[in-house]
């Protein structure tokens, strides 16, 4: 009888634990797009962080035109978000997706930025190529346009 009571006991509470924290909205966004969502809003935070006066000039909510991207409102975004909030281990797993995407376009970026500073390297390298041919460090005194006539420098002197 004891047995039976511990096994009805372990049952009892393996099954309470299983016991959902927040009910599954209506209309729940699937992962992926609530990912790509997610991932556009980083994107958005991030070029808000590093140039925040790049945003103030556009006139409507960067937020909402993602969400109107996806054709999601705000309550379902949000709805969404808690239910996925909910289950630690989704939502941490969705977050590393969402960080390997930007990993990659980092790498993307990175890679572009490095190919144009060596072109721009390339170009100041020729123009000061350029200039350094045209000067001649011989020259380095300029000749007067105009010769100058010593006599009438004299004539001045005794004028005086």
């Not at 006139?59 to 999601?72: M, Q």
């Not at 300029?142 to 006539?149: A, D, R, Y």
Request: charged share 35%.
């Amino acid at each position: 009888m004891k047995n039976f009571v511990f096994i009805i006991l372990v049952l009892f509470l393996s099954v309470s634990c299983k016991k959902e924290l927040v009910k599954e909205p209506k209309r729940l966004i699937e992962k992926e797009k609530m990912i790509d969502i997610m991932y556009d809003l980083s994107l958005l935070e991030a070029i808000k962080y590093q140039n925040p006066l790049s945003l103030d000039s556009v006139n409507s909510d960067p937020k909402n035109f993602v969400l109107k991207k996806y054709k999601v409102d705000s309550l379902q975004f949000a709805q969404s978000n808690i239910y996925y909030a909910a289950d630690y281990n989704t939502y941490k797993e969705m977050y590393d997706e969402i960080g390997k995407r930007l990993a990659v376009k980092q790498r993307a970026v990175d890679s572009i930025v490095k190919i144009e500073e060596k072109k721009a390297a390339k170009v100041a390298k020729a123009a000061a190529k350029k200039n350094k041919a045209k000067v001649n460090p011989k020259d380095s005194i300029k000749k007067p346009s105009k010769p100058i006539n010593i006599d009438s420098i004299r004539r001045t002197r005794q004028l005086r």
